[in-house]
């Protein structure tokens, strides 16, 4: 027999009167499991939702189309993963043989791929293994899309050095929080939010592979990005471990 199961929504208010009080939405949750109540109280405040979150629900449709096919094929969804990954690759080198338009519809299809991957996971088993690949590559096809435009714009190459530099910060301190804030996500470890996540780096490549005349203004925005994600994933973290 399933466990008997009751989730109540307590409003909260934290904060003193000489305070703004906030008032949040928290979750107790009992599950009868052998006799013994289990209760388990939450935070159902909602982090913020980029373009990852709020663009997946008109995309979904056509990666689960995208999934399902791969997985009547018999593709794993780390094969997928190494196929996008391959497919950035070669928009890289497009982009540092001069072809920017094919580069960018490339880098675009890698993007989808790599939507897909994820999808194919939770249709078939996720795997510990999937998220490093997943991880890991990404950085891959961000790096060599860097070194591209550097190979193609000698003027640009301090700004995208740095760029490279600050996104191994930036993903050191999202490895950080994943490590140390619990995961109670689908996701394979806890996804601190932030601004500049998948889509909004391919947007800001985008605008450094098509208007490449302002290359270093692009890429300057585009670092302007990533540090502003550093300091909200900061303060997510420190809400997350203050709040224990």
Known sequence: MAPDEVTLAIPVQVGNMADAPVRISTNLTSTVQDGTLITILTDSRKPPQMLDTNARKYIQPLLTAIANGCQRAGLSANALTVIGMLVGVAAAGLVAAGYFIGGFLVLWLSGLIDAADGTLARLTKPSPLGAIL???FDRVVEI???AALAIRFA???FELLVLAGIIAIAMSLFLSIAAAVANTSVKSFHYAPGLGERTEAFI???LMILDHTRLTL???AFI???VFT???RVY???RMLTAK
């Open 218 to 220: 692009w890429t300057w």
């Open 144 to 146: 060599s899309m860097i």
């Open 224 to 226: 302007a990005v990533i």
């Open 204 to 206: 800001c490549f985008s």
């Open 236 to 238: 997510h973290a420190h």
């Open 230 to 232: 550093m300091l909200q």
């Open 134 to 136: 997943d991880i890991t």
């Open 155 to 157: 003027d640009a190459r």
